[in-house]
Every structure is written in C-alpha cells, then in structure tokens.
C-alpha cells in the first residue's frame, strides 16, 4: 500500500524524473505539476518509487518545483528512506519467489501457492485455473487449451479478477447492513495506490490485488470502504467504525503496507 503525507498548498499533471540532493545523499523520485492540488505530498509509490506533487500556483516552472520537492521531502528523509529500504526489502522477498512460470511461487489468499501448468489434451477448448491441495502444499492449476496464445500473467489475472469480485462482493453484503450502508456501485480494478476507495457519489473501488492478501486484510479494506459511506474522512468516528468490525485492522493494515510491493510485483514476470 502507498503512503501518503501532506502539508498546505497540483490539472493535467506535467512530471518528470529528479534527482533531488538530501542530506543522506540523492534519491531519484518523479516530481509532478498539477493545477487541481491544494497540497504538497509525496506518495511512495511501490512501483514508481517517490512521487512528489506540487501545486502549479507553487511553482512557475521546474526549477522552483525542483527546489520545493527538494526542500519537502529533506524535512521527511528519515520517512521516506524508511519506507524505500521497505520496499527494497519486499522486492528481495518478491525476488526471492522467483519467475512466473510452471514449479514458480505465487501468493493467493495470502498463503504461497504453487504453480503447475499442464498442457490440455489436443481437442482441450478451455483454459482453467483451480486451486488444489497437494502433499508438498496448495497448488493453482493451469490446464492450457488448445492453441492457447495468452500469456501465463493474463490467464491468472483474469482468474484472480473473478475471485477479488466474489470475495470482495461476498464481504460487503456480510457488513453493509450491520453498517446500514449500501454503496452505489462497486468496480474491482488494478489500482496503483490505493486498496480501496469510495467517492462521495458513493462508489466503491477495489484492487483485485487483495485476492493475494489473507482473507482478513481485503476484509479489512473493504469495512474500510463501507465505513467511509457513513464517515467521508478519517476522524475518530470513523475509525470507531471500522474498529467495531475489525478491531484487528491496524494489523492487517500494516500487513498490506508490508507486503505492497509483493502484491503489486505479482505477475509481473509474466
């Protein structure tokens, strides 16, 4: 999971790649100009690295950008190389999983999974993917059809899509009449920053990344979720709400946060 820190004072964004000059030495990061921004935040994006916005009325041109990003993220060096050393951690453990590929690793439902493709039988007219159990631990199964031409990554993909719906689908109508919410529509897309969402037309938005997470963190994000439908900040209200759900969320919270770059990185070397 990205984080997000701001302090006062970005339409179309117009970035670029820095290399801003710290105390402990440079740290590449992009820097992004934006007319709607009222703040000036650095995100830790878990594939891009550090992306610091800042408003257009801040800075007329890329050099006072520069020097404001610059100046920004010297005061929070200590934060940001804690989380980048993170990150850099959670790439070893991604690594470490190895290649996307029939024998290779993959996390789903928060336990690493096995994966074993086998190619159909010549008249085969569908690929499939089940989960199965195994002497050496739990197996995804890919049967190819005949003439399969999608790569390893897109055919799981669409699998997990379909299994992030149902789970996510399944935890909503669990809370949202204990919460007397009911959201005006639900999307289940790859998003690059957040886990979830919700706009004030109340539409929530999921990652289907969470299917890799334990069942009780995507719970956890999606009371997150629910809970914004009666409380749009982040005010102790707010959080009351959620604890009284999951009084366990700062933990699988922090689980997602830890775990960020894993999630993100899965199926890449599809």
Request: proline residues 5%.
């Amino acid at each position: 999971m990205s984080t997000t820190i701001g302090v006062r004072a970005m339409t179309a964004p117009v970035e670029w790649q820095a290399a801003v000059r710290l105390p402990g030495g440079r740290i590449e990061c992009t820097i992004r100009r934006s007319t709607r921004a009222r703040l000036l935040r650095v995100t830790v994006d878990p594939r891009r690295g550090p992306i610091v916005t800042v408003p257009s009325r801040a800075a007329r041109g890329k050099g006072d950008a520069e020097r404001l990003a610059e100046s920004f993220l010297g005061e929070r060096e200590s934060w940001l190389r804690r989380h980048l050393d993170r990150q850099a951690r959670q790439r070893e453990e991604l690594d470490a999983l190895g290649p996307l590929r029939d024998g290779g690793m993959l996390r789903f439902r928060g336990e690493p999974h096995r994966l074993r493709v086998v190619a159909g039988s010549p008249g085969r007219r569908r690929t499939t993917v089940t989960r199965e159990g195994a002497d050496e631990g739990d197996e995804l199964v890919v049967v190819l059809r005949a003439g399969e031409r999608r790569e390893l990554a897109a055919i799981l993909e669409a699998w997990l899509r379909v299994r992030a719906r149902s789970a996510i689908e399944r935890e909503i109508e669990r809370h949202a009449p204990v919460l007397a919410v009911e959201p005006g529509a639900v999307t289940v897309r790859d998003t690059r920053t957040r886990w979830g969402s919700c706009s004030r037309a109340r539409r929530l938005s999921f990652s289907w990344r969470l299917v890799l997470a334990p069942p009780e963190a995507l719970e956890t994000v999606v009371v997150h979720e629910l809970a914004h439908l009666r409380v749009f900040g982040h005010g102790p209200q707010f959080w009351e709400i959620v604890a009284g759900r999951r009084p366990d969320h700062r933990r699988w919270r922090r689980w997602l946060r830890d775990h960020s770059v894993e999630l993100h990185g899965a199926l890449a070397a599809g």
